[in-house]
């Protein structure tokens, strides 16, 4: 068996793929002792091309092309045909740092470990790192010490969930095929609590391996009017799977945490964005028994908003409208 599976997502990244395959093939292991696997999503630019250039190079590459199905759709496929005994996500417009795998997979070995947490950076479109929204870090706890799923969730998570910054042991994913849920947005904050809560054995590393390109026009930072819909039902999907997660822990604190956080975020944006409904979201969220939120994991200025919501969601909603007239 092969030692590593690392998935790669393509779609129309041209521009970053080399650079991508170029950190993953710059790496201190026995080339036969992972595969890349290039999940081709119905690129329609040079993507694939570039995919098959690599291919014919490095036979530790294997493409595997499907219609677009959207990021979700491309990692399932990856896990689904991965013979490593681990697996990694990479994004395509993303790299790693050089020879830093091996230092996962020795460790993952040595503690037998199920997952294994690695720190990242954001970088720009000019490789320049870059720390936006440093306040939610506090909440994120590197220390290396091997705990359960639950309590590493509960206590050294923090709200980052990404899929990409996760070794996991491939048989957790593929033998309780848990899979990333297709045609959202957020997918990862769906799914790392379920993951987690899957394991025995998780633990963190400061090591930073990870670069994640914050760029115009990827999915997280291009937003259109013709999506902010969308989202928004997404961000309420979103809160129907925690809440469901939620009813069968015996320490659900992260949830409610989570939970509240983007019931912050959908009442923002529809007090500025789909006022005119403003009764419609409160009342279904009502009807989803979210209130009161909680403030756990939360910021000094976001416990003010718990407060607020929680006094008065509707009010909550003028307040910001008209704030925002001004």
Same mark, same amino acid.
């Given at each position: ?6 998935? +790669? ?24 002792? =992972? ?8 690129? *329609? ?77 954001? +970088? ?11 306040? =939610? ?82 999915? *997280?930072?291009?937003? *259109? ?43 923002? *944006? ?10 419609? =979201? ?7 028994? +979210?209130?009161?939120?909680?403030? =756990? ?30």
């Amino acid at each position: 068996m092969l030692l590593l599976s690392i998935v +790669v997502p393509v779609y129309n990244v041209s521009s970053y793929l080399s650079r991508c395959l170029d950190s993953l093939l710059n790496q201190s292991i026995d080339s036969a002792a =992972y595969e890349i696997i290039v999940v081709n999503d119905g690129s *329609t630019d040079n993507s694939l091309n570039i995919a098959q250039r690599y291919a014919g190079n490095h036979p530790q590459i294997v493409i595997v092309s499907q219609e677009n199905g959207g990021l979700s759709a491309a990692r399932n496929s990856g896990v689904k045909v991965a013979r490593g005994k681990y697996i990694q996500f990479v994004d395509s417009d993303d790299y790693l740092e050089p020879d830093v795998l091996n230092v996962l997979l020795e460790k993952m070995e040595r503690e037998c470990l199920d997952v294994l947490r690695f720190n990242y950076q954001n +970088v720009n479109e000019h490789d320049k790192v870059f720390q936006p929204n440093r306040v =939610y870090r506090q909440f994120v706890d590197y220390r290396d010490e091997v705990t359960d799923g639950l309590s590493f969730l509960t206590e050294r998570l923090g709200f980052g969930c990404y899929a990409w910054q996760f070794l996991i042991r491939a048989e957790i994913l593929q033998q309780n095929q848990l899979f990333f849920k297709s045609g959202i947005y957020f997918e990862d904050t769906e799914w790392t609590p379920r993951m987690l809560l899957m394991v025995k054995r998780v633990t963190s590393t400061d090591l930073v391996v990870y670069n994640y390109l914050m760029r115009q026009g990827s999915i *997280t930072q291009s937003i *259109t009017d013709a999506k902010k819909k969308k989202v928004l039902e997404d961000k309420m999907e979103l809160v129907d799977s925690l809440l469901a997660q939620r009813k069968v822990l015996t320490d659900g604190r992260w949830h409610d945490g989570m939970i509240g956080q983007t019931v912050i975020s959908i009442l923002g *944006t529809v007090s500025l964005q789909f006022f005119s409904v403003r009764k419609e =979201y409160i009342d279904r969220l009502k009807m989803m028994s +979210v209130f009161p939120i909680s403030n =756990y994991h939360c910021t000094e200025r976001n416990r003010g908003r718990v407060k607020f919501i929680n006094f008065s969601p509707l009010l909550y909603c003028w307040f910001i409208h008209l704030k925002n007239k001004r």
